[in-house]
Antibody, heavy 118, light 112 residues
Framework: EVQLQQSGAELGKPGTSVKLSCKVS????????MHWVNQRPGKGLEWIGR????????IYAEKFKSKATLTADTSSNTAYMQLSQLKSDDTAIYFC???????????WGQGVMVTVSS | DVVMTQTPPSLSVAIGQSVSISCKSS???????????LHWLLQSPGRSPKRLIY???NLGSGVPDRFSGTGSQKDFTLKISRVEAEDLGVYYC?????????FGAGTKLELK
């Protein structure tokens, strides 16, 4: 069974960075992409970007190019997203997701709440 | 960016009723391989989204056949026949034909 297990909630101060993890079990991430999506409080879903763990190639939505950095460690089957220069507007739930059948969003992590506050 | 316009923003339904949700894109979602990468997801309260339908009309594993998806090019519809309590939540359409991938604003399905 494929499962995506994300790291715990984060509280970050403005101007700092946080690094989120998404550990995959039941499937080798070398054979797929890993996507990240956010959801601000009470709002809809927003695609941040994706990484090809096999070669590290990334694609980002324009607004996240200087905000998010996606990496992956195939030895631990884990994807990461670092969020830098945190602002209150970055307060959101962040999900990892991965394709397996027909869409990039076939499997989801449980989400991690990132709260930016001084 | 491709704008996904979902209507209505909310629906109030009785159990057993059938409903439809519309999703229109600002550009054609037909990819160069001939496939259309339009998907439907459901986010139940307090949960991660769950993919229901992929590529317009393909039901995900374990998704009841009360759900169906139709459409082409820029105009898509999700139909739920005989709504059950477990169907309540927010439905999103998502396009993955063009980068950046984009979602509709969501349709909240509530009990009448």
């Amino acid at each position: 069974e494929v499962q995506l297990q994300q790291s715990g909630a984060e509280l970050g101060k403005p101007g700092t960075s946080v690094k989120l993890s998404c550990k995959v079990s039941g499937y080798n991430i070398r054979n797929t992409y890993m996507h990240w999506v956010n959801q601000r409080p009470g709002k809809g879903l927003e695609w941040i970007g994706r990484i090809d763990p096999a070669n590290g190639n990334t694609i980002y939505a324009e607004k996240f190019k200087s905000k998010a950095t996606l990496t992956a460690d195939t030895s631990s089957n884990t994807a990461y997203m670092q969020l830098s220069q945190l602002k209150s507007d970055d307060t959101a739930i962040y999900f990892c997701a991965m394709p397996l059948y027909g869409s990039p969003f076939d499997y989801w992590g449980q989400g991690v709440m990132v709260t930016v506050s001084s | 960016d491709v704008v996904m316009t979902q209507t209505p923003p909310s629906l109030s339904v009785a159990i057993g009723q059938s409903v439809s949700i519309s999703c229109k894109s600002s550009q054609s979602l037909v990819y160069s391989d001939g496939k259309t990468y339009l998907h439907w997801l459901l986010q139940s309260p307090g949960r991660s989204p769950k993919r229901l339908i992929y590529q317009v009309s393909n039901l995900g594993s374990g998704v009841p056949d009360r759900f169906s998806g139709t459409g082409s090019q820029k105009d898509f519809t999700l139909k739920i026949s005989r709504v059950e309590a477990e169907d309540l939540g927010v439905y999103y359409c998502a396009q993955t034909t063009h980068f950046p991938y984009t979602f509709g604003a969501g349709t909240k399905l509530e009990l009448k």
